[in-house]
């Protein structure tokens, strides 16, 4: 019998002929098939796969894929295509043949199932609640890819990284389909099931995608927002992958109809997960002035089969429950008033409800975007507590329209918790309305490096549920000890969980170390500070370099609060990661400017999360080499670094200088690749002990950094203490007016100390006194303020 393909090209759905037997396409299917009919007999149902199973693979530009026309079960007609322009053919006359374009279906299915097995078991399904003629598009699955992502393998989903050549060109293929005359361009859906509904939303959210909604099933995304259930090594990847589909999500085009269907219990596609990707698109549809995301729960007995030990113990089966539904086509298929692609400033408005669309068919129409207001009132403290204070964050940008979302609103910022990390909220709170979950509540969510977690407002209180180091727990806010504006906010632990530890936010570190930032990339000294997604990933990257070596910054202040203010909040946020290993000393000698109360007022986050210990000495005058001495005796850490407090360090200083000492066995190290670092001096705490530190019997200034590095060159060997010139280190920019004012008094320069100091340093090393000080204690007396919880406050 003639069989009629519709293949497509380089022409969308050109029509080809050939001859073949019917019941050798039959037993391809693995249908059952109904007897040829004549021409011009009555109406005969034939089953829709059996068109597409015999096609081959059609391909564009590297796209896989068969097509199938899908007829209504009940009164159908025969399963053809529609025709192209000009007279009927011969095997049309005397059956009922659609003449005009017909909406489209673009399926992707899970990762197990090949095309003709997806279309035996998708027609069907969709045959059965279908109420209108329509054609399916499935493509295969690229190789090596789960879906969009370079990796098939099991853990693919959670480590994989996001192809974005191959999702272009899945769009521009999509695209093409929906060109071609035969298609009504204001009814194509993109739908899937499992990873397909993943590679489904990823289509969707895509910046060319025309598509008017999407229907999924056992929807999960690209990562996970938790860790539950990972492996330790991918749970990080996992949690990033996801915080980024999750942003690709909240910008998608816009659709008519959203449908996702779950199962809470489904233990493949976790509800948490699924409700992530819900409210990221809602949230886009909101914007839009667009129909709100439908999410459906499915209840036990509505799976496809009853789960057991033996079968779907995963709870993962109810592909015919979420595309048998009666009514899910006709849902999709409504004569919806399609918007325009959304574009920011844009004017026009959307038909009124009920009405016929004020544009052609095909033409979206959106309302214009909301303006951020310039201002808001915030809620009252008596809305949480008397002394709750809440006022708007610079981060929000827009109104917030609900109570919950104008309690929230100071949260959406980056935070520094001594239990988590960097906090990043990286979108905006959002209002949950009733019907989807039940109740109104605001939510807002949270990264950081080792998981991520959500702060819900629910009536009058709020509350953090979290993925801790220590494992699960909820929180709720305590409005008696926190302000939601600078910080501190306290989370206390609710019983039952197992993290049993308050948890506290503070914001005034980071907010003086962006300050500083700005005023040293105006001053050329450092790049300008960089904002987007690549740097929330950067900053939620946990400490994973390895190492057995602790490392202390040892600093010294006088008077120096102007250098302090610039450099050290830089220093500390770029470390705050290594926290764990990491630790700065800075010693006060009697500084008259204020730098006692900056280093409690501002970086008091890092004191308590023993980052930063501060201690108090007194010197006759300010002498460098005992300064230093005492700041480098006190630190109990195994690599010592002189870092004066006008000096610079990233992330990845003390990565790789712990790197350094342990594969390379250095005793030392000193940097001289940037002005005002040459006294940036790295050496075992043990060999600065044994040498006796600085030379203290010299004048108050100049070369103790340089004779204590040669000390070391000729007690180990200049293979074991280099010198570094590669590395780029910076400091904040001085001169040598402002390193001796403290010591005017004794009517030299600092020319002329160092020329003195150099000279009685060589003739002591040239006479073998590499230990100095032998003949008192070196340094002085320290006591140490603020006291963090690991430690009391004592003298050293």
Same mark, same amino acid.
């Given at each position: 019998?003639?069989?009629?393909?519709?293949?497509?090209?380089?022409?969308?759905?050109?029509?080809?002929?050939?001859?073949?037997?019917?019941?050798?396409?039959?037993?391809?299917?693995?249908?059952?098939?109904?007897?040829?009919?004549?021409?011009?007999?009555?109406?005969?149902?034939?089953?829709?796969?059996?068109?597409?199973?015999?096609?081959?693979?059609?391909?564009?530009?590297?796209?896989?894929?068969?097509?199938?026309?899908?007829?209504?079960?009940?009164?159908?007609?025969?399963?053809?295509?529609?025709?192209?322009?000009?007279?009927?053919?011969?095997?049309?006359?005397?059956?009922?043949?659609?003449?005009?374009?017909?909406?489209?279906?673009?399926?992707?299915?899970?990762?197990?199932?090949?095309?003709?097995?997806?279309?035996?078991?998708?027609?069907?399904?969709?045959?059965?609640?279908?109420?209108?003629?329509?054609?399916?598009?499935?493509?295969?699955?690229?190789?090596?890819?789960?879906?969009?992502?370079?990796?098939?393998?099991?853990?693919?989903?959670?480590?994989?990284? /996001?192809?974005? %050549?191959?999702?272009? =060109?899945?769009?521009?293929? *999509?695209?093409?389909? @929906?060109?071609?005359? +035969?298609?009504? $361009?204001?009814?194509?859906?993109?739908?899937?099931?499992?990873?397909?509904?993943?590679?489904?939303?990823?289509?969707?959210?895509?910046?060319?995608?025309?598509?008017?909604?999407?229907?999924?099933?056992?929807?999960?995304?690209?990562?996970?927002?938790?860790?539950?259930?990972?492996? /330790?090594?991918? %749970?990080?990847?996992? =949690?990033?992958?996801?915080? *980024?589909?999750?942003? @690709?999500?909240?910008? +998608?085009?816009? $659709?008519?109809?959203?449908?996702?269907?779950?199962?809470?219990?489904?233990?493949?596609?976790?509800?948490?997960?699924?409700?992530?990707?819900?409210?990221?698109?809602?949230?886009?549809?909101?914007?839009?002035?667009?129909?709100?995301?439908?999410?459906?729960?499915?209840?036990?007995?509505?799976?496809?089969?009853?789960?057991?030990?033996?079968?779907?113990?995963?709870?993962?089966?109810?592909?015919?429950?979420?595309?048998?539904?009666?009514?899910?086509?006709?849902?999709?298929?409504?004569?919806?008033?399609?918007?325009?692609?959304?574009?920011?400033?844009?004017?026009?408005?959307?038909?009124?409800?009920?009405?016929?669309?004020?544009?052609?068919?095909?033409?979206?129409?959106?309302?214009?975007?909301?303006?951020?207001?310039?201002?808001?009132?915030?809620?009252?403290?008596?809305?949480?507590?008397?002394?709750?204070?809440?006022?708007?964050?610079?981060?929000?940008?827009?109104?917030?329209?609900?109570?919950?979302?104008?309690?929230?609103?100071?949260?959406?910022?980056?935070?520094?918790?001594?239990?988590?990390?960097?906090?990043?909220?990286?979108?905006?709170?959002?209002?949950?309305?009733?019907?989807?979950?039940?109740?109104?509540?605001?939510?807002?969510?949270?990264?950081?490096?080792?998981?991520?977690?959500?702060?819900?407002?629910?009536?009058?209180?709020?509350?953090?549920?979290?993925?801790?180091?220590?494992?699960?727990?909820?929180?709720?806010?305590?409005?008696?000890?926190?302000?939601?504006?600078?910080?501190?906010?306290?989370?206390?632990?609710?019983?039952?969980?197992?993290?049993?530890?308050?948890?506290?936010?503070?914001?005034?570190?980071?907010?003086?170390?962006?300050?500083?930032?700005?005023?040293?990339?105006?001053?050329?000294?450092?790049?300008?500070?960089?904002?987007?997604?690549?740097?929330?990933?950067?900053?939620?990257?946990?400490?994973?370099?390895?190492?057995?070596?602790?490392?202390?910054?040892?600093?010294?202040?006088?008077?120096?609060?102007?250098?302090?203010?610039?450099?050290?909040?830089?220093?500390?946020?770029?470390?705050?990661?290594?926290?764990?290993?990491?630790?700065?000393?800075?010693?006060?000698?009697?500084?008259?400017?204020?730098?006692?109360?900056?280093?409690?007022?501002?970086?008091?986050?890092?004191?308590?999360?023993?980052?930063?210990?501060?201690?108090?000495?007194?010197?006759?005058?300010?002498?460098?080499?005992?300064?230093?001495?005492?700041?480098?005796?006190?630190?109990?850490?195994?690599?010592?670094?002189?870092?004066?407090?006008?000096?610079?360090?990233?992330?990845?200083?003390?990565?790789?200088?712990?790197?350094?000492?342990?594969?390379?066995?250095?005793?030392?190290?000193?940097?001289?690749?940037?002005?005002?670092?040459?006294?940036?001096?790295?050496?075992?705490?043990?060999?600065?002990?044994?040498?006796?530190?600085?030379?203290?019997?010299?004048?108050?200034?100049?070369?103790?950094?340089?004779?204590?590095?040669?000390?070391?060159?000729?007690?180990?060997?200049?293979?074991?203490?280099?010198?570094?010139?590669?590395?780029?280190?910076?400091?904040?920019?001085?001169?040598?007016?402002?390193?001796?004012?403290?010591?005017?008094?004794?009517?030299?320069?600092?020319?002329?100390?160092?020329?003195?100091?150099?000279?009685?340093?060589?003739?002591?090393?040239?006479?073998?006194?590499?230990?100095?000080?032998?003949?008192?204690?070196?340094?002085?007396?320290?006591?140490?303020?603020?006291?963090?919880?690991?430690?009391?406050?004592?003298?050293?």
């Amino acid at each position: 019998a003639p069989v009629q393909l519709w293949l497509k090209n380089a022409v969308p759905f050109c029509p080809l002929e050939f001859e073949a037997p019917a019941r050798r396409i039959a037993m391809a299917s693995s249908l059952p098939m109904a007897e040829p009919a004549d021409v011009g007999a009555a109406p005969v149902q034939l089953v829709p796969p059996l068109v597409a199973v015999a096609q081959p693979y059609l391909k564009w530009r590297g796209v896989e894929y068969k097509t199938a026309l899908v007829q209504p079960a009940v009164g159908a007609a025969a399963c053809v295509p529609p025709p192209p322009p000009g007279p009927p053919p011969s095997w049309a006359i005397g059956r009922p043949v659609p003449s005009h374009p017909l909406p489209l279906l673009v399926a992707f299915a899970g990762l197990g199932g090949d095309v003709d097995v997806v279309l035996s078991q998708w027609v069907p399904t969709l045959q059965r609640t279908a109420q209108e003629p329509f054609l399916l598009a499935v493509p295969r699955r690229p190789a090596s890819h789960w879906w969009f992502i370079d990796d098939a393998g099991a853990w693919g989903w959670v480590q994989g990284k /996001l192809d974005h %050549a191959m999702l272009d =060109v899945f769009a521009t293929w *999509a695209n093409s389909l @929906r060109a071609s005359q +035969h298609v009504d $361009g204001g009814k194509t859906f993109v739908v899937g099931y499992s990873g397909g509904a993943y590679a489904a939303l990823e289509l969707f959210a895509h910046r060319d995608s025309n598509f008017c909604g999407v229907l999924a099933g056992a929807v999960h995304g690209h990562g996970q927002a938790d860790t539950e259930g990972l492996p /330790l090594k991918r %749970a990080h990847t996992a =949690v990033g992958y996801f915080a *980024a589909f999750l942003q @690709r999500l909240r910008h +998608h085009n816009g $659709g008519s109809r959203i449908q996702l269907t779950h199962y809470e219990q489904d233990q493949m596609a976790h509800a948490g997960d699924v409700r992530h990707i819900a409210e990221a698109l809602n949230d886009r549809q909101l914007q839009l002035g667009l129909p709100q995301v439908v999410l459906r729960q499915l209840r036990l007995d509505e799976l496809d089969n009853w789960p057991s030990t033996k079968k779907d113990k995963s709870h993962h089966n109810y592909f015919r429950a979420t595309f048998g539904q009666e009514g899910s086509l006709a849902a999709l298929f409504a004569d919806h008033v399609r918007p325009l692609r959304p574009t920011v400033g844009s004017t026009t408005t959307a038909a009124p409800a009920g009405g016929s669309p004020s544009k052609p068919p095909g033409c979206w129409s959106v309302p214009a975007l909301e303006e951020p207001a310039s201002t808001w009132s915030s809620p009252s403290a008596s809305d949480l507590s008397d002394s709750t204070t809440i006022a708007r964050s610079d981060a929000s940008t827009h109104a917030p329209r609900s109570f919950g979302e104008r309690v929230l609103a100071p949260l959406t910022r980056t935070w520094f918790s001594t239990h988590l990390g960097r906090v990043v909220a990286p979108g905006e709170a959002r209002v949950l309305l009733e019907g989807a979950w039940g109740e109104t509540t605001a939510v807002l969510h949270l990264l950081w490096p080792a998981g991520a977690g959500i702060v819900r407002v629910v009536g009058r209180s709020m509350f953090l549920e979290a993925i801790t180091p220590r494992g699960p727990g909820t929180f709720k806010f305590d409005p008696l000890q926190s302000n939601a504006t600078r910080g501190p906010v306290v989370w206390l632990p609710l019983p039952g969980h197992q993290e049993t530890q308050p948890q506290v936010w503070h914001a005034t570190l980071l907010d003086a170390s962006l300050r500083a930032r700005e005023h040293l990339a105006a001053e050329g000294v450092l790049p300008k500070l960089e904002v987007g997604p690549t740097a929330m990933w950067r900053e939620l990257q946990p400490d994973t370099s390895p190492g057995r070596l602790s490392l202390a910054f040892c600093t010294t202040v006088k008077d120096r609060l102007w250098q302090l203010r610039h450099a050290l909040p830089i220093c500390l946020a770029n470390n705050w990661r290594h926290r764990h290993w990491v630790r700065f000393y800075i010693v006060d000698f009697g500084s008259s400017d204020g730098a006692l109360d900056f280093l409690l007022s501002t970086c008091r986050e890092a004191i308590d999360a023993g980052l930063l210990r501060v201690y108090q000495a007194e010197l006759p005058h300010f002498h460098a080499s005992k300064a230093k001495n005492t700041a480098h005796s006190i630190a109990q850490e195994d690599i010592l670094v002189n870092l004066d407090c006008d000096n610079l360090v990233d992330e990845d200083f003390a990565p790789r200088v712990r790197r350094r000492f342990e594969e390379d066995g250095l005793h030392a190290l000193r940097f001289s690749g940037g002005q005002g670092t040459c006294g940036r001096i790295c050496c075992l705490r043990e060999d600065f002990l044994q040498l006796r530190g600085y030379d203290e019997e010299c004048h108050a200034f100049g070369a103790q950094d340089l004779d204590f590095f040669e000390r070391l060159q000729q007690s180990f060997g200049k293979l074991a203490a280099p010198v570094d010139r590669l590395m780029d280190v910076r400091a904040v920019p001085n001169n040598k007016a402002d390193t001796i004012r403290l010591v005017t008094h004794l009517g030299m320069s600092w020319g002329q100390m160092d020329a003195a100091n150099r000279a009685v340093f060589h003739a002591r090393t040239a006479s073998g006194q590499l230990v100095r000080n032998r003949t008192h204690c070196i340094g002085a007396p320290a006591t140490r303020c603020f006291g963090g919880a690991d430690e009391e406050e004592g003298e050293v």
